[in-house]
């Protein structure tokens, strides 16, 4: 994405550009903004729209939007080329698109709208790169996203309340909450809807973990018998003692692992197939005491000058059963009614069934 513009509709004198980031280039030409006005009177059913001028490389994506009885326009402004090669965040989740236009109108007049505007574009602009494991890592990375999911876990919670909880809580003053949420849409970690009684409300369907599991690929050498072997049994004597309570609650993959994206760069890397120390020594920035550290930690293992994958790092997605228990309490304590009770009550049972298995998925 090149641009981001916020532009208002004046009724007598017609577009009026507000803002745009980056904010180094002029604004586009009256007529173009006419040109996306008469799309959307075409085309009222919608309220995005894509417009392609003949003779222009860019392509612009428009989401109207009404507040406060004034009309406004969030346009994306895109190299034709680049919107063909990859999906972007209208076509792939247009409601949270349009969460964000809704969100950026509503702080027009505020202080807040410049850096509303510049996290918008950097959101946007990052989306169609991130994969799914980068942006799970980024759950447990980002200490504000962080907090949010072990907010989330103690079940229902209201727009309002979580934003004050951030503020005061945790000290968390200047939180586009909006922003903030729309990679827990993408993931489908949580549900925004609103509760009889309440405000807009917020409900983790979805819980996020990590785990260490065996490589997928057995990738030492096949013809070599002894290493083969002490490959396996090293892997067969680690598992047989992996404790995974004990080193969640010691942080140790975090720490190690999802923290620093030059060790996650070389597990990505391994599983693929094995490398020579000096190059593992290159993707870790040459940093020997963290070669070591892996090593004595059982993240890779080392034979006749090769590295390979020891430990996987993936992340979990499970259904949060344990929040029911906790529902139930905090209605006890009347701190959340009946209604948000039986809402999240709803959005985590409707799709139970006897279970056979447990209910997760590894990524």
Known sequence: MERIILSHWNKQTGPEPIIQYPPEKPFPPKDLFLKIWAKHELDKENTMIEFTPEDSDNCFISIIQEFEEEIYFLILVYKQENLIKNNHLGKESPDILAIMSKNLVE?????????????AYTTIKNYSKLDEEDNLKNFFQDKIKNTILQILRNGVISKSDLTNKLRHDYGF????????????????????????????????????????????????????AILLKKYKDSLEKFYFDYDIISELENRTIIQTVLLDKDVFSLIKTLREGRVTVNDCLTILNNKQELLNELLEKKFIFEAKGFVYLFSDVRFIKFKPYYIIERLIERYKNHDISFNEYLAHLKLLIEHIKIPKFIDYNII
């Open 107 to 119: 702080l027009i007049n505020t202080n807040k709208i410049t850096r509303a505007v510049s996290e």
């Open 173 to 224: 003053s200047t939180v586009n909450i909006d922003l903030i949420l729309i990679s827990f849409i993408r993931e489908s970690l949580i549900v925004k809807k609103s509760v009889p009684g309440s405000k807009e409300c917020y409900f983790l369907i979805n819980d996020l973990s990590y785990a260490r599991i065996p490589p997928k690929n057995l990738l030492v050498d096949k013809d070599d």
